[in-house]
C-alpha cells in the first residue's frame, strides 16, 4: 500500500465508478481532519459520514465551528444558485475548512458546462486560504479540467466508460486506461492509480481482491 502525505492545504480527487471504492478513501483521509463539511448530494440515508447533519444553508450556520458538518441539502437547495451560495458562505467564512464534495460533476458545482462560481474559486485558491477542496466523481468525463489538473492528489478507481478513462489519461498518463490488476490476472476491485507531483503508481488502499 502507498504511503500517502496530505498537506493541510493540498486539493484531492477520487474518481471511479459506483462501488469502486473512491469515496470511501475520501471519507477515511477526511476524517483525520477535525474541521470538515461534507457536501453529500447524493442523499443516501445509509452513507457512513460523520458530522452534524444539516439539510439547508440556515441550519449550517447553526452548527458551524462545531464540529464536522455534513451537508445534504433538501432539493430547493439543490439549485445551481443554491449551490454557489453554499460555496459563497464557506469561502467568505475566511476559517480554516476541509471541504469535500461528493459528486462534483453535478451541473452548479464542478460540472464542465454550468458550474458554481464560488466552488471554483475555492477550487483555484483555497490552496492559499487554507480551504482546500476534495471532490469526488464517478464521471470525470464532465468535470471541468481544472477539478482534476488543480488536485495535487489524484486517485483513479476503475472506470467503466472509456470517455472517463481517457479523460483522466488526459492529466494523469496512459497508465490509468487500464484497471489494476494482481499478479494472477485478476482484476483488483477497491485499487486505484494514484497520481502525485507527475508521477502515477499501483495502490491497492482497501486490500480487497476481485475476480478475473
Same mark, same amino acid.
Given at each position: 500500500? !502507498?504511503? /500517502? *502525505?496530505?498537506?493541510?492545504?493540498?486539493?484531492?480527487?477520487?474518481?471511479?465508478?459506483?462501488?469502486?471504492?473512491?469515496? +470511501?478513501?475520501?471519507?477515511?483521509?477526511?476524517? !483525520?481532519?477535525?474541521?470538515?463539511?461534507?457536501?453529500?448530494?447524493?442523499?443516501?440515508?445509509?452513507? @457512513?459520514?460523520?458530522?452534524? %447533519?444539516?439539510?439547508?444553508? &440556515?441550519?449550517?450556520?447553526?452548527?458551524?465551528?462545531?464540529?464536522?458538518?455534513?451537508?445534504?441539502? +433538501?432539493?430547493?437547495?439543490?439549485?445551481?444558485? &443554491?449551490?454557489?451560495?453554499?460555496?459563497?458562505? /464557506?469561502?467568505? +467564512?475566511?476559517?480554516?475548512?476541509?471541504?469535500?464534495?461528493?459528486?462534483?460533476?453535478?451541473?452548479? /458545482?464542478?460540472?464542465?458546462?454550468? =458550474?458554481?462560481?464560488?466552488?471554483?474559486?475555492?477550487?483555484?485558491?483555497?490552496?492559499? %486560504? %487554507?480551504?482546500?477542496?476534495?471532490?469526488?466523481?464517478?464521471?470525470?468525463?464532465?468535470? @471541468?479540467?481544472?477539478?482534476?489538473?488543480? !488536485?495535487?492528489?489524484?486517485?483513479?478507481?476503475?472506470?467503466?466508460? @472509456?470517455?472517463?478513462?481517457?479523460?483522466?489519461?488526459?492529466?494523469?498518463?496512459?497508465?490509468?486506461?487500464?484497471?489494476?490488476?494482481?499478479?494472477?490476472?485478476?482484476?483488483?476491485?477497491?485499487?486505484?492509480?494514484? +497520481? =502525485?507531483?507527475?508521477?502515477?503508481?499501483?495502490? =491497492?488502499?482497501?486490500? *480487497?481482491?476481485?475476480? @478475473?
Amino acid at each position: 500500500m !502507498a504511503t /500517502i *502525505k496530505i498537506g493541510p492545504r493540498e486539493r484531492l480527487l477520487s474518481v471511479g465508478q459506483t462501488g469502486s471504492g473512491k469515496t +470511501t478513501l475520501l471519507r477515511n483521509l477526511a476524517q !483525520a481532519i477535525p474541521y470538515r463539511i461534507i457536501l453529500d448530494t447524493k442523499q443516501d440515508p445509509e452513507d @457512513k459520514w460523520l458530522g452534524h %447533519r444539516v439539510y439547508t444553508l &440556515a441550519s449550517l450556520a447553526k452548527v458551524w465551528n462545531k464540529g464536522p458538518i455534513v451537508y445534504q441539502p +433538501t432539493p430547493e437547495y439543490m439549485t445551481i444558485d &443554491a449551490l454557489d451560495a453554499f460555496f459563497r458562505f /464557506i469561502y467568505e +467564512t475566511t476559517q480554516d475548512v476541509l471541504t469535500v464534495v461528493d459528486e462534483a460533476n453535478m451541473r452548479g /458545482i464542478l460540472n464542465s458546462q454550468v =458550474y458554481s462560481y464560488y466552488a471554483d474559486l475555492l477550487l483555484r485558491q483555497g490552496r492559499g %486560504r %487554507r480551504q482546500p477542496l476534495w471532490n469526488a466523481s464517478q464521471r470525470p468525463m464532465w468535470l @471541468k479540467n481544472e477539478a482534476i489538473s488543480e !488536485a495535487e492528489h489524484i486517485f483513479t478507481f476503475r472506470l467503466s466508460l @472509456k470517455g472517463d478513462r481517457q479523460k483522466m489519461a488526459g492529466i494523469c498518463g496512459d497508465t490509468v486506461l487500464d484497471p489494476p490488476t494482481s499478479p494472477e490476472g485478476g482484476v483488483l476491485r477497491h485499487s486505484a492509480w494514484y +497520481t =502525485y507531483d507527475g508521477e502515477t503508481r499501483f495502490m =491497492y488502499p482497501l486490500g *480487497k481482491y476481485g475476480g @478475473k
